[in-house]
């Protein structure tokens, strides 16, 4: 027998056509759509039966928690405190409770104080994940990204649940000095009893200023360069 599986949200309803097996029995997969959630309402009728049943036969919730952004990245300093917010809003009319947040695998260098998290959200309310992120260290490999998560659960029948992952990047630049001249070639031709000038850019690389800097030439006296 042919029928059909309406599933109903707010003002929102998407009907799925299904077919019986010969003891009357169907399966439905239902996949809700990106950022969809709420309290859905299930109703099946005949497929000439344009509207509703009056009750629906059976009911779920989903609960949605979104955040802004999903993944972040920060640049510091060894020793720099840098804030970090992500901005939290709950994606259905129902409300949020028993929010929380656990930071997983941060690298021992780094660490992580004044978490404010907000312990619930109403209906389409939004709101503020916070927390100050410190390099105690330079990083152990130089150079590359150290990452870490951001694990935020949600209430759901008395079960904190995992609702959503971040996942956060942080670059740690060591307090020194770090010149680089990056245009500088590995060669210059130079003709006989003419000045040839060089012009190249010196780049600080390093997280502390670069005092008393001086350029040293290696080269045969007998040559004549000067500079």
Known sequence: ??????????STRRVFPVTTNAVGAFTLVFEPQIG???????YC????VAENPLMPEASFTLHGLS?????????????????????????????????????????AHLSVSNLVVPSSLAGGAADVLSFDLTAL?????????????????IDIGGTSTLARTLMGSVWVTPFS?????PDLPDSVDLATD????????????????????????????????SY
């Open 177 to 181: 000095a770090e010149l680089a001249a």
């Open 67 to 107: 955040a802004t952004p999903t993944t972040f990245s920060k640049v510091l300093v060894t020793g720099e405190v840098v804030p970090v917010s992500i901005g939290l809003g709950n994606q259905s009319a129902l409300p949020l409770a028993g929010i929380s947040a656990v930071l997983s695998a941060l690298p």
């Open 36 to 42: 969809e959630a709420g309290l859905f309402e299930v």
């Open 45 to 48: 009728d005949h497929p000439a």
């Open 137 to 153: 260290a330079d990083s152990p490999v130089p150079g590359t990204p150290d990452s870490f998560s951001v694990d935020l659960s």
């Open 194 to 225: 003419k000045a040839t000038g060089l012009t190249f850019h010196l780049v600080n690389q390093g997280g502390a200023p670069a005092t008393g800097v001086s350029i040293a030439i290696d080269a045969p006296a007998d040559h004549g360069f």
């Open 1 to 10: 027998m042919d029928l059909t599986v309406r599933v109903r949200q707010g």
